[in-house]
């Protein structure tokens, strides 16, 4: 997926060897955007969940919790909603060690099966770490290297 940084609260960018990040700070709310399509194979009776890699700048024990804010808009469809249908959060506990990679898999960063509506639908999603959230204390950047959304197939 194609992260767009937000214009007033913007990860910063770093290069990890020989791959690209977004970095999500500890003292920010920093926020990127992308967009997907709904899969035409997929079971709209299932919820999609993100997934990420990344890498914590730090070695350090604690919590980090990222968010995700997200519109589906079908073909003709307002492109440009006032307001996103719904925000998911999800704690993750990364490791102690820096720049080890992780995945995270957890289950509360969904597009709801009901808001899916059918296939060939975009999906816009705000991504964001909320690092003003009580129970983000884990000091330095989550450095994310890439996401995807995982769904269940439609049965033939």
Excluded at 57 to 77: F, L, N, P, Q, R
Excluded at 112 to 117: P, Q, R, S, Y
């Amino acid at each position: 997926e194609i992260l767009v940084a937000d214009s007033t609260a913007p990860p910063s960018s770093s290069i990890m060897g020989n791959t690209p990040t977004a970095d999500f700070a500890d003292d920010a709310d920093d926020i990127a955007y992308f967009t997907l399509r709904v899969p035409d194979d997929v079971d709209t009776s299932q919820p999609m969940t993100l997934k990420l890699n990344y890498v914590m700048s730090t070695g350090h024990t604690g919590s980090v919790v990222m968010a995700m804010a997200y519109e589906v808009v079908a073909d003709d469809g307002d492109a440009t909603p006032a307001a996103f249908t719904a925000t998911k959060s999800d704690t993750i506990d990364p490791p102690d060690t820096a720049e080890l990679l992780d995945v995270f898999s957890g289950t509360n960063l969904t597009i709801t099966a009901g808001d899916l509506g059918g296939a060939g639908r975009n999906v816009t999603c705000k991504f964001y770490r909320d690092a003003d959230h009580a129970s983000d204390t884990h000091t330095g950047l989550l450095k994310l290297l890439n996401l995807w959304l995982i769904y269940t197939r439609a049965s033939s």
